[in-house]
C-alpha cells in the first residue's frame, strides 16, 4: 500500500461502533417488580467476553497512553509514506467511540486515515462479531497481525464504491484498536481498502506494542 491514500469521513467509524453499545447489568427496578430480580442467563452472558466464535486475545497490549494520545499511533514518517509531506493530525481524545486521531493529507479530497481506539462498550471485537449481519452488512475476517485477531466491518460494504473500509483488531478481549480509510478517488478500484486498512494497522499495532 506504499504511497496510497486513504481515508475514512470522520464521525462514519463513531457512528458505527456506538451501534454495537450494549447495555450492561440488571434492569433498573420499577413499581411492582423486586429490587433482587435475578438475570436471565441471556442476561448474565451478554458480558462474556469472548462471545460464540469471537477468537480470544491471548496477548492484551495495555493502550492507555494512546487513549491520552491517539496520534501518537503512527510516526511522522509513517504518515508521511502513507498520505504524503503535509498531512495534519486531528487528535480527538473525547470522541463518541474512544480517543481518536485522523490524518488528512494536504490537497487530496477524500483521502485520510482514523485510528480509533474504542471504548464503547467494554465487550471487544465481540460487540463487532454479534454486529454482523444486522448492523454490519459487510463483515470479513481477516489474517491475523502477529497473532491479533483482525475484521472488517461496515454499515454497507463501500469498498468498489468508494474506497472505504475499517478494521477492527482486538488489543484484549475487552478492547479494540480501529483502523478506518477511504482512498482517493484516483485510487479508488485498485487495491481493496480492507487490505489497506490493514496495512496501516500493522504499522499502528508496531508503534502502540512498542508504548
Not at 484484549?172 to 487495491?191: L, Y
Amino acid at each position: 500500500m506504499r504511497r496510497i491514500l486513504i481515508m475514512l469521513v470522520s464521525g462514519t467509524l463513531a457512528t458505527a461502533a456506538a451501534c454495537t453499545t450494549t447495555t450492561s447489568g440488571n434492569p433498573s427496578a420499577t413499581s411492582g417488580t423486586s429490587s433482587t430480580t435475578q438475570s436471565s442467563p441471556s442476561q448474565s452472558n451478554s458480558n462474556e467476553v469472548p462471545g460464540p466464535g469471537v477468537p480470544k486475545v491471548d496477548s492484551p497490549i495495555n493502550t492507555s497512553r494512546f487513549l491520552r494520545a491517539p496520534c501518537d499511533s503512527l510516526t511522522r514518517d509513517q504518515v508521511t509514506e502513507l498520505l504524503g509531506s503535509g498531512a495534519e493530525a486531528k487528535p480527538d481524545v473525547a470522541a463518541p467511540a474512544g480517543p481518536t486521531c485522523d490524518w488528512h493529507p494536504a490537497g487530496a479530497s477524500h483521502a485520510a486515515v482514523h485510528v480509533i481506539f474504542g471504548a464503547v462498550d467494554n465487550l471487544g471485537l465481540t460487540s463487532v462479531y454479534r454486529a454482523r449481519g444486522t448492523t454490519y452488512k459487510l463483515f470479513e475476517v481477516l489474517e491475523p497481525i502477529d497473532g491479533y485477531p483482525v475484521v472488517a466491518y461496515g454499515t454497507s460494504d463501500r469498498r468498489t464504491t468508494d474506497g472505504m473500509c475499517a478494521v477492527a483488531l482486538g488489543t484484549s478481549d475487552r478492547s479494540t484498536m480501529d483502523v478506518a480509510i477511504s482512498q482517493s478517488e484516483e485510487n479508488v478500484g485498485k487495491q481493496d481498502p480492507c487490505d489497506a486498512a490493514r496495512t496501516v494497522a500493522v504499522k499502528v499495532l508496531e508503534n502502540v506494542r512498542k508504548g
